[in-house]
């Protein structure tokens, strides 16, 4: 079921001869509960796109819509409440607040939108990130790869509808990296949610169940595949 889609997106930056077309015409659609990896070389445009889709860095042209809803066609307020709300951003650098402990990183994003956390789904982050006798610990008593699982905690705490994730294995070992990897795997098919993921390892765009590779702002070629379990 399309659950995702873009039409003809179009991102230019800058003017006159210094302009670059960072997106040319991109057009894809992406199912419910679909977990996409997207590939390319360094400023190809894969992370523009992922940017665009999450709300954070708004197209020169083009549209965006999540479960038939125009990403773009509210105001400044209705954008920041869809990217609370039903995006979860995932970065290669974890971006956590280095004052607040891993309780107080995961439930931020709820606690800005004021609302009330969600215990039990706290709870139940914390079981599945491997995090519960880390709850009260600051990011600088932490492992990098339990850092990042606290940053996958705080993009899960909303429930989003679709996780984004930028090369979030970059900073990481290949040890880490993988666990990373396989926690992203778990949340897509526990929670159905929709993942697209940027990447330059191959080995982890083979997991994925469709791998699109962007080549000079444009998509060269989207292919589905068994994924690797």
């Known amino acids: 079921m399309e659950f995702l889609k873009t039409e003809n997106l179009y991102k230019v930056y800058g003017k006159g001869e210094n302009q670059v077309t960072a997106l040319n015409n991109v057009s894809l659609t992406v199912d419910k ?5 997207i590939i390319g070389s360094s400023g190809s445009g894969k992370s523009t796109l992922l940017h665009i889709i999450a709300g954070v860095d708004i197209p020169t042209s083009g549209k965006v819509y999540l479960d038939g809803q125009d990403v773009y066609a509210g105001n400044n307020e209705q954008l920041a409440i869809f ?4 995006v979860g951003l995932v970065y290669q650098f974890n971006n956590l607040i280095p004052t607040l402990n891993v309780l107080e990183n ?3 994003p709820v606690l800005m939108d004021k609302r ?18 880390r709850k009260k610990h600051l990011p600088n008593q932490l492992s990098g790869g339990q850092q990042q699982r606290v940053a996958i905690g705080r993009a899960l ?5 679709v996780m984004l994730a930028d090369e979030p294995t970059g900073a990481l070992d290949s040890r880490n990296g993988n666990e990373i990897i396989k926690l992203l795997k ?9 993942l697209l993921l940027v990447t330059h390892d191959e080995n982890i765009a083979l997991q994925a169940e469709r791998i699109i ?6 998509i060269i070629h989207d292919e589905r595949q068994v994924a690797r379990i």
């Open 33 to 37: 509960g679909e977990f996409v990896a």
């Open 83 to 86: 990217r609370r709300r039903q």
């Open 106 to 108: 995961i439930t931020l």
């Open 116 to 133: 009330k956390v969600n215990k039990a789904r706290l709870d139940e982050l914390l079981e599945l990130l491997g995090l519960k006798d």
């Open 157 to 161: 705490m909303n429930a989003p509808a």
């Open 186 to 194: 778990e949340s897509n098919k526990k929670y159905g949610q929709t």
């Open 213 to 218: 590779t962007v080549a000079d702002g444009q």
